[in-house]
């Protein structure tokens, strides 16, 4: 039982578009929510997060927009470039840890 | 580097032995956190530790799991009787309080 679901597998984007990751949480409890981006042979590398007292939060190239009613959360990416394809994480802060999404692969072509 | 660091980065073993894996944290951060990744999924909390005080474990931890963080900063997670199973990509990752943790490049297990 996913408590933190990214439903889409894949994504591709074209280089200078606007790259949109959705997820999708269970628990409206849930107060701290984050997105991380993986690489091939690396572990993940934290990108942004946002609290549930906010709706936006913004870190140049990347916005991290939370609908609390609906339970969802997204990530914007604009605009795209090659060195963005990576696995996108989305993660909630649940007690003491995270709880991670499946993921969802990125692939932005030049 | 500063960074968080795992030794070995890959370990191949067969089915029933011991293998320990190692985790430095980001020196001034007082938590700790130990998380499995297998294909296509995202990574699974197995065990976290404020300090040395191990804090929380998943109920994916069996008995043959163990952790230890003896002095507060580097931490070594040990599998007993490895199962073919376990073969997953072992992360560690750090904090200071409560924000997202810092991940090291993790330990790739296969066992045979």
């Known amino acids: 039982d996913q408590q933190v679901k990214q439903n889409s597998p894949s994504l591709s984007v074209q280089e200078g578009r606007i790259s949109i990751l959705n ?4 628990n409206s409890m849930f107060d701290y929510f984050l997105w991380y981006k993986k690489y091939p042979a690396e572990g993940p590398t ?5 609290s549930s007292i906010k709706d936006k939060n913004e870190d140049g190239r990347f916005t991290v927009f939370l609908n609390k009613s609906a339970k969802h959360l997204s990530l914007h990416i604009v605009p795209s470039q090659p060195g963005d394809s990576a696995v996108y994480f989305c993660a909630v802060n649940y007690g003491q840890n995270f709880v991670f999404g499946p993921g969802t692969r990125l692939s932005v072509l030049p | 580097d500063t ?3 795992q030794n070995p980065r890959h370990k191949i073993t067969k089915r029933g032995q ?7 944290p980001i020196s001034e951060h007082n938590r700790l956190y ?7 999924q995202g990574p699974e909390f197995l065990t976290y530790f404020q300090n040395e005080a191990q804090l929380e474990k998943s109920r ?9 963080r003896p002095k507060g900063s580097f931490s070594t ?12 990509m072992y992360l560690c990752a750090s904090s200071f309080g409560s924000g997202g943790g810092y991940f090291g490049p993790g330990t790739r297990l296969t066992v045979l």
């Open chain 2, 60 to 68: 994916l931890l069996s008995d043959r799991f163990s952790a230890e």
């Open chain 2, 34 to 40: 130990w998380y499995r990744q297998t294909l296509g």
């Open chain 2, 77 to 88: 997670l040990e599998i007993q009787r490895t199962e073919q199973g376990d073969s997953a």
């Open chain 1, 23 to 26: 997820c999708d949480y269970t």
């Open chain 2, 18 to 24: 011991n293998v320990t894996f190692r985790c430095d």
């Open chain 1, 46 to 50: 934290f990108l942004i997060s946002i």
């Open chain 2, 3 to 5: 960074g968080v660091s």
